[in-house]
């Protein structure tokens, strides 16, 4: 019998695998979609409380993708659990009437809690939504969002971040994909984070630093989350690559969104397959 952590990191290259094919039919943001692919397999695959069949049970975790272009990753994800097939991602991906783009909507999709794109706008949804299951007398679910790296620099984010401090929502957890890399340059080129950790300390967060691409190190860190109904909200800060697991795209910026030939497919692939 395999174990856990060997299941995610099967699960975690299955999920780039179909990233790659639909990369060949679509543009997608395929470079954010890797860098953030293994906690999110983590996450969605070992981690959330969350029941496929009934995505609007009160007792379930929420998840807010506030860097709205990785919507690919999620999606696959959200198949893996049996939300849809990941033949549906393919096949509606970007079509008139299909459920799946390059970013999330709840309009055409039940299983996305919010409708992301705009950076800066998911946090403070999400900050919302934990305040909300307080309020409801909900202290056992918790809402997971995802950002950006580059995402942190709209200030949106820094009036969401005290104000998640100040109702000490302890059902919160923060992910910060940090792959040094925006749409149209390095972070340190745009808005460099310095010590972000730090920032997130001194506004009153509970910091957690990792490796972004060790499932071992990513499991932990969810499993030593303290409880929902627990007074301060957690950031898991990622350290991850652009385009990790596909050498020709990691940290290369023009690959931020695009779609690969058949050659560049087939290249992908045979490295996918060393790496498990
Ligand atoms: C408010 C806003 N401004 C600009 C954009 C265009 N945009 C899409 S992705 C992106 C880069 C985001 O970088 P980062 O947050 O680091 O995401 P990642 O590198 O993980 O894809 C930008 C500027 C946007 N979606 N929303």
């Given at each position: 019998?395999?174990?856990?952590?060997?299941?995610?990191?099967?699960?975690?290259?299955k999920i780039r695998r179909q990233l790659l094919k639909l990369c060949s039919i679509q543009v997608i943001h395929i470079g954010g979609d890797l860098s953030s692919t293994d906690f999110m397999t983590v996450l969605w695959q070992y981690q959330m409380k969350y029941d496929p069949k009934n995505p609007k049970d009160e007792g379930r975790d929420r998840f807010v993708l506030s860097k709205g272009h990785a919507s690919a990753v999620t999606s696959f994800n959200q198949a893996a659990i049996g939300c849809f097939s990941p033949e549906a991602v393919i096949n509606e991906y970007a079509t008139d009437n299909g459920r799946f783009s390059m970013h999330s909507c709840n309009?055409?999709?039940?299983?996305?809690?919010?409708?992301?794109g705009s950076l800066g706008h998911g946090f403070p949804v999400a900050c919302g939504m934990a305040?909300?299951?307080?309020?409801?007398?909900?202290h056992t679910s918790r809402v997971y969002v995802v950002m950006g790296d580059g995402e942190q620099s709209e200030g949106s984010i820094w009036e969401a971040v005290m104000n998640a401090y100040h109702y000490k929502l302890g059902n919160l957890v923060a992910i910060v994909d940090w792959n040094g890399l925006e749409s149209d340059g390095t972070l340190d080129q745009i808005t460099g984070l310095g010590n972000l950790a730090e920032k997130y300390k001194v506004c009153g967060w509970r910091v957690c630093e990792l490796d972004g691409h060790d499932i071992?190190?990513?499991?932990?860190?969810?499993?030593q989350l303290p409880p929902a109904d627990s007074n301060q909200p957690t950031v898991f800060i990622c350290h991850t690559i652009k385009g990790k697991g596909i050498p020709f795209m990691e940290n290369q910026l023009h690959w931020h969104a695009g779609k690969v030939t058949a050659e560049q497919y087939t290249e992908a692939i045979q490295a996918l397959k060393m790496e498990v």
């Open positions: 019998m395999i174990d856990q952590i060997t299941k995610l990191e099967r699960a975690a290259t309009i055409v999709n039940p299983y996305v809690e919010v409708s992301t305040a909300a299951l307080r309020l409801k007398g909900n071992t190190a990513i499991k932990e860190a969810f499993d």
